[in-house]
């Protein structure tokens, strides 16, 4: 029970797609204590925050909602507007920033992570950005992550009384098929997690995010468990 | 008009302060089309964003109200349960970090900045920040700002595409008393603005904020207005 009690706490973004769910039982099996924050940000669907709460739960962590708008818009994934891309070519994925990036939403998020993690008193951050099968978003590459840690050093109390909360990305060099085999050793329950941009009874299986699940689930040699039983 | 259009925009910080008020001015004095950010984090009072209301009113900019939580506490701010300290002594200020700092505050702020500038084609976001006459908070600082400027290159469309958002803070190595002065240059509507932490029905003149605006007016040799005529 001390033993527990002395464990390291962390932040962990929680989306409810494949990428964060593998990072918290990454973030599990080193010992923290997680502490999940959902964000809900005007998304299309809140079909992935159910599979947050519902991975959390079986995970055994405390999860923290918080709703927060983005009025202004200028993504698809907050402006019906405009359309998610269906059908795209992994080249075309890297090609160029997608409809789909939410202005500075990573940075916002790690925000709320820190600002969440300094009054909880955890030591670190654990967020699923991953650099390698991904869209094209400018706020999942190393090089962000290592100025973001910058600004947790110089702009928080903890990091100014020298014990900065660290920004931990553990899947940052991975391609989708590697995450999913570490996930699969760690028992990450895939089959609650969800992917698609859109928010139907089933993934349309067409988005960029459904196409890189896929084809992570393929590369891993594995059954694609997409059913949420929630 | 054309002129007009070409102009530059600007998302501009503002609290309903002095510090932020200023800044707005200076914004405009440089000739950006400023586009007012005011931001209700639960903070003890709504006092100041009335004042940000009417001190945009009068510039003739637009303001974007956003209402955001920090439902984990961490500050005298936003948790009712710790007192706002009163009556320090200005090296007292000086020393260590103040329970009113709320947590990765304005690192939250800069990130919605951030997303509002990139939806709205902004060039620049202006903050008040200042790190000479101030309470001691560690992102009141230049290396923090300047930490968050490489986040904004590396983690931004806008930045990944070679137009990076610049972040200004005019006031960040002034006095208050040169604040002041160059406010009263530009026309800074002081007597809109709303500096106390506290929210009744005058400031009430013990909190750090409303002894440091005090030493300001007093060390620019200016009467101080502070009725908030709206």
Known sequence: MSRRLKAPRA???????????TTLYAAKSKGYRCHCL???YGQ????????????????G??????????????SALTDRRIPVPRGRSFSQMGQGIPVTYVPARNT???????????AIGASAIFIGANARDYSGYPDCRPAYYEAFR????????????GKPIRIETPLIGKSKAQIIRLGKRLGVPYELTWSCYLGGAKPCRVCDSCLLRAKGFQEASLAERTILSE
Do not use: M, N
Not at 63 to 72: A, C, D, E, S, T
Not at 108 to 118: G, K, M, N, P, W
Not at 150 to 161: N, P
């Open 61 to 74: 962590c405390p999860i923290q909602f918080l709703r927060i708008r983005l009025p202004w818009g200028g």
């Open 11 to 21: 932040v962990v973004l929680l989306s409810g797609g494949l990428d964060s769910a």
């Open 108 to 118: 916002i998020f790690l925000s709320y992570a820190a600002s969440f993690a300094e």
């Open 44 to 59: 299309r669907h809140r079909r992935e925050l159910r599979s947050a709460k519902a991975v959390a739960r079986l995970a």
């Open 38 to 40: 959902a964000i809900d």
């Open 150 to 161: 910058q600004v947790i050093r110089r702009g928080t109390k903890a990091g100014a009384e």
